[in-house]
Nanobody
Framework: QVQLVESGGGSAQAGGSLRLSCAAS??????MGWFRQAPGKEREGVAT???????NYAASVKGRFTISKDNANNTLYLQMNSLKIEDTAMYYC????????????????WGQGTQVTVSS
């Protein structure tokens, strides 16, 4: 059973940075991803990281966010720089097995989420 626990959310000013962490257990080689959902909006994919290292980013965050993983500690990260007010959302860590690892892939395992709030 895969368990995912996010941390690192909080408040930041526009232009600032935050780093999200996702402690994972119960998996070996999985596709991992970050998703977000703002109030009144649908959940959207932010970034994915395949077990082989390939990454995918949403156009809205490309060049500002970086997804990475510490295999030794089974922890997934999302480094968020140059934050914008529109980045405000609940951010979720997710995992799935299989070769497909894209923003629209069907992710089976989800964390509880961590809130990110960006203000001007």
């Amino acid at each position: 059973q895969v368990q995912l626990v996010e941390s690192g959310g909080g408040s930041a000013q526009a232009g600032g940075s935050l780093r999200l962490s996702c402690a994972a257990s119960g998996y070996s080689t999985y596709c991992m991803g970050w998703f977000r959902q703002a109030p009144g909006k649908e959940r959207e994919g932010v970034a994915t990281l395949a077990s082989a290292g390939r990454t995918n980013y949403a156009a809205s965050v490309k060049g500002r966010f970086t997804i990475s993983k510490d295999n030794a500690n089974n922890t997934l990260y999302l480094q968020m720089n140059s934050l914008k007010i529109e980045d405000t959302a609940m951010y979720y860590c997710a995992a799935r097995s299989g070769a497909h690892c894209y923003l629209l892939s069907d992710f089976r395992y989800w964390g509880q989420g961590t809130q990110v709030t960006v203000s001007s």
